[in-house]
């Protein structure tokens, strides 16, 4: 007997058909004519409305909706992606099959800058604010970072900088952190324990595109909700997500 169709998922039906309707009808539109002619509630045309216009599929100019550039890029096959667009559903897949705090850093001389974020939604979170610039020891995506550089690097950054203790537990004299770098090297897996946050826990992996060493995916998590199951869940979402951008 063969398997049954599966179902339609209504919320991305409602998704495509907003996109075909507004494009179709290749003038300005309201959301109560979209709602009106689609039988969408205004709640949920609200939401989805919302989503296209900051993935850029839609535009919006006051009240008024029309077709974003977004779609144009989706078919031009010699746009070139950004990192931070070959990264952002990365990092939105694994908040949400995590629910924590996912972002995506870069590095920026001696200190790691985040060029994409997602907010968990649970009450108890951590934010990371967009630009925020952090040196390379304090966030567990800058210490993935220093240990995938070659050996005079990490001893350049060593010499050069004079590293603040965030916390009691911060990481800061050289001999601890070229221990801590030979850790990183051997699994891949970079975190810091409360050390630039009291109460969170960071797990950070460095990312490669081509081969060439572009940032780290980092995942903070607060204490109260870290555990061993946990950690190794966020530890192989993280290999998966590193293999996919590398892919």
């Known amino acids: 007997m063969a398997d049954a169709t599966p179902a339609p998922v209504k919320s991305a039906t409602r998704t495509l058909d907003i996109i075909e309707y507004v494009v179709a009808r290749d003038r300005?539109?309201?959301?109560?004519?979209?709602?009106?002619?689609?039988?969408?509630?205004?709640?949920?045309l609200s939401y989805l409305l919302?989503?296209?216009?900051?993935?850029?599929?839609l535009a919006r100019s006051g009240r008024r909706y029309t077709a974003g550039p977004g779609l144009a890029r989706l078919q031009s096959r010699t746009h070139a992606f950004s990192l931070a667009e070959r990264a952002a559903p990365?990092?939105?897949?694994?908040?949400?099959?995590?629910?924590?705090?996912v972002s995506f850093f870069v590095r920026h001389g001696w200190e790691v800058e985040a060029l994409v974020t997602e907010t968990s939604e649970q009450a108890l979170?951590?934010?990371?604010?967009?630009?925020?610039?952090?040196?390379?020891h304090g966030f567990s995506a800058g210490k993935a970072i220093l240990a995938a550089l070659p050996d005079e690097e990490v001893e350049a950054f060593l010499a050069e900088t004079?590293?603040?203790?965030?916390?009691?537990?911060?990481?800061?004299?050289?001999?601890?952190?070229?221990?801590?770098i030979a850790a990183i090297r051997r699994d891949g897996i970079a975190r810091t324990r409360e050390e630039h946050t009291p109460g969170i826990q960071g797990i950070g992996r460095a990312a490669f595109?081509?081969?060439?060493?572009v940032?780290?995916?980092?995942?903070?998590?607060?204490?109260?909700?870290?555990?061993?199951?946990?950690?190794?869940?966020?530890?192989?979402?993280?290999g998966k997500t590193c293999a996919l951008l590398a892919g």
């Open 28 to 44: 300005p539109v309201v959301a109560q004519e979209i709602a009106a002619a689609l039988a969408i509630p205004v709640s949920s």
């Open 90 to 101: 990365l990092v939105r897949s694994l908040r949400v099959q995590l629910d924590e705090t």
């Open 125 to 136: 979170r951590y934010a990371v604010q967009i630009g925020t610039r952090t040196p390379l």
């Open 162 to 180: 004079e590293r603040a203790a965030f916390t009691p537990t911060t990481i800061v004299s050289a001999a601890a952190l070229r221990k801590e």
């Open 50 to 57: 919302n989503t296209l216009v900051e993935r850029d599929y």
């Open 215 to 238: 940032g780290a995916f980092s995942i903070a998590i607060p204490t109260v909700r870290f555990d061993a199951a946990v950690e190794q869940r966020a530890v192989e979402l993280l």
């Open 209 to 213: 595109l081509d081969g060439v060493l």
